[in-house]
């Protein structure tokens, strides 16, 4: 009895520090999913419903960033249009900043 008591509370230790030592592990060899040049940023979000949004994400690494134009709701997220950074974070900027949400041209 006490020896099966023994091995089940080892076990349940060594359970409880395994997210611990996998932390661990890929902080030190550098195993994160995205590295800091290739974080996404939301730049806008607009509800246009109650349980909808259109939401504005730049995405992809320094070289290449891409600003996608997503279409979220409760059941789905799907892309309404792309467009490369250079050009659409000028023109987002003043639509955010115009009262009527529309930039003249």
């Not at 359970?15 to 550098?30: D, E, F, I, N, T």
């Amino acid at each position: 009895m006490t020896q099966s008591l023994i091995t089940v509370v080892v076990f349940v230790v060594l359970l409880a520090c395994l997210p611990w030592a996998v932390s661990k592990l890929k902080s030190r060899y550098g195993l994160t999913q995205l590295g800091p040049t290739q974080q996404s940023r939301v730049l806008s979000a607009l509800a246009v419903g109650p349980h909808q949004k259109v939401v504005t994400v730049e995405v992809g690494p320094d070289h290449a960033r891409v600003v996608l134009v997503l279409g979220v709701t409760p059941q789905s997220v799907r892309l309404l249009h792309t467009l490369p950074t250079a050009s659409a974070t000028p023109t987002l900027v003043q639509a955010a900043n115009s009262p009527a949400g529309r930039v003249e041209p």
